[in-house]
């Protein structure tokens, strides 16, 4: 999302295409509770709030022109956009429903399963080989758009087909442990500090350095008042913005 959309601040949480997933998640349980409308899972109503998100942040932005700053302010408006969603639909639910709706808001590891591991696992590979394949593309892209229009690359589509695989992978991973913030803003600016700058190096270094930031965040969250089990994303953001404002300044004084 970064190099796509060129902005070092983008990310799923910061664009609110994890708050949308979170909220679509939280309808299907209000669904199920108070309805029973079984086949609408959390998965597939997060996948697609994630996707309307996706659109409406693309048509916004066209509308003023993409650049780096309206960018991050229209995927703002939309997170608090969607977090009041998720505030009002919690207003008129069951407590057993505001229950578990907290917990997609707070993000958690504990109630993931095998089964639930092996479909992410599936889902990030198909990503990933995608990203491989057009990580020359991505490469061009991140010289500027006028570089790889030129040696004909579509940025349209390129850039279309990205924000798609990143809502996929967004909102099956908030089906799954709700939101977990700023892992994904952090970690590409880590591996930049690294000298990884390459397209395919930061795709699969941000991806090692992310998860291995998630196992500590989740060890913190569950030792630090031992036997009680801190929200993940509370640990994840306590960490995160320093350290995000600290590699910025640092990267920036370089």
Not at 74 to 91: C, D, E, K
Not at 142 to 156: D, I, L, P, S
Not at 169 to 181: E, R
Request: hydrophobic share 55%; net charge positive.
């Amino acid at each position: 999302m970064q190099v796509i959309l060129d902005n070092s601040l983008a990310s799923p949480f910061t664009l609110g295409i994890s708050a949308a997933s979170a909220f679509g998640a939280a309808v299907s349980i209000c669904l199920e509770l108070n309805i029973g409308i079984l086949w609408l899972s959390p998965g597939i109503t997060a996948f697609v709030c994630s996707l309307i998100s996706m659109f409406l942040l693309i048509f916004l932005s066209s509308l003023s022109g993409i650049n780096k700053k309206n960018i991050i302010l229209i995927g703002l408006a939309l997170n608090f956009f969607f977090n009041a969603a998720n505030t009002f639909l919690q207003y008129f639910s069951t407590p057993d429903a505001v229950y578990q709706i907290t917990f997609w808001t707070t993000g958690s590891l504990t109630t993931a399963t095998l089964k639930d591991s092996l479909v992410l696992a599936g889902i990030l590979v198909c990503s990933i080989v995608v990203s491989i394949l057009f990580s020359k593309d991505l490469g061009l892209i991140q010289q500027g758009e006028r570089t790889a229009v030129m040696y004909g690359v579509n940025v349209n589509f390129e850039r279309i087909l990205f924000l798609l695989i990143c809502s996929l992978l967004a909102s099956s991973t908030v089906s799954v442990v709700g939101i977990i913030g700023f892992i994904g803003l952090v970690a590409p600016h880590i591996s930049r500090l690294l000298k990884l700058e390459s397209p395919k190096l930061l795709l699969l270094s941000s991806m090692l350095i992310g998860s291995a930031l998630l196992v500590i965040a989740d060890i913190f969250s569950k030792t630090i008042l031992h036997p009680t089990i801190l929200p993940i994303s509370a640990i994840t953001s306590l960490f995160g913005i320093p350290l995000l404002i600290f590699l910025l300044f640092f990267r920036r004084n370089r």
